[in-house]
């Protein structure tokens, strides 16, 4: 019995196929139900006691060698290894779904708003959103006392004993003195942002909203250079028909002020809940930039003149997609900002 055994371990040992059937008829041969190690094993009964261990530990080694012989064999075997590639590159599967992001509402109205005015031979450049007293207010002839700086309007963040406070910038006009400070004229710019003011969130009011601020300074720019510009703007963003309406206005930067509106889009300017039934949606604030603005950024006020405006995009963003509530826009609500399929 010891030298079968002994011959089977040369033979299993010798034994190499990579062919999956070539295996199993090994398998079956050696570890079937009526394979050689049932025979031996049934013989192993019969063997005398003092042969018995050994014998025993022989018929486990061979036991164990035609398991691993299988296992090697297969694992190496062609079906296998072209199993395996082939589930790499099953192009049967079903592809895997996913979800593509679009732009939110008021992004697609600002890149609209701003490539209008690149059109025009408008720059973009943007500002920090934490600002100081000099270039938020002070610089914009904000007198020290003005309701604007108030608490009420204003996100603090640090005071200064030089006066010279941090808070968030509440306009985009922030970035207009920056700019003025750094470039000399002629400037033509444009400056897409967010700002912040500390007022109570309603339907048509937000502590967050955004902006598109411009800047024109050159010779002889006069009002209706401002006045064209604007207009252009309103018929490129609304279309053709629109007519725009300029009204007195004050802000402490600009001399003299206007704020801008549009005929109302949805209604043609007959009324709708939109426009309040006045036929009319105020858009921006603008006007030709003080001499003390300019001075206070170091521009030669004999040479040079100039006009700025701040636009709201929210604003414009629910005249043109009709939304009515403000707050929908910084909500994240994804079955609200799915409705906004572009990605321009
Ligand atoms: N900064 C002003 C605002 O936020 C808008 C404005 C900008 C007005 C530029 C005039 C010129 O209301």
Redesign the pocket.
Known sequence: MKEQIEKYLVEVAAFNSNVLQEIEQLRIRFLGKKGILGELFEAFKTVPGPDKKEAGILLNTLKNAVQEKINELRTSSEESVAEQNTTEIDLTRPVGFYETGSRHPVAIVRNRMVAIFQNMGFSVAEGPEIEDDWHNFSALNFPPDHPARDMQDTFFIEKRSSGNDISLR????SV?VRTMEQTRPPIRMVFPGR?FRNEAISARSHCIFH?V??LYIDKNVSFADLKQTLLHFAREMFGEQTQIRLRPSY?P??EP?AEMDISCNLCGGKGCNICKYTGWIEI????MIDPAVLESCGIDTEMYTGY???IGIERMTMGLFQVKDIRMFFENDIRFLKQFGSVV
């Open positions: 509440t306009h985009t006009s207009q700002v902006q601020e411009g802000f930067f600009t002020s921006l604030g603008c006007g700025a405006f701040g």
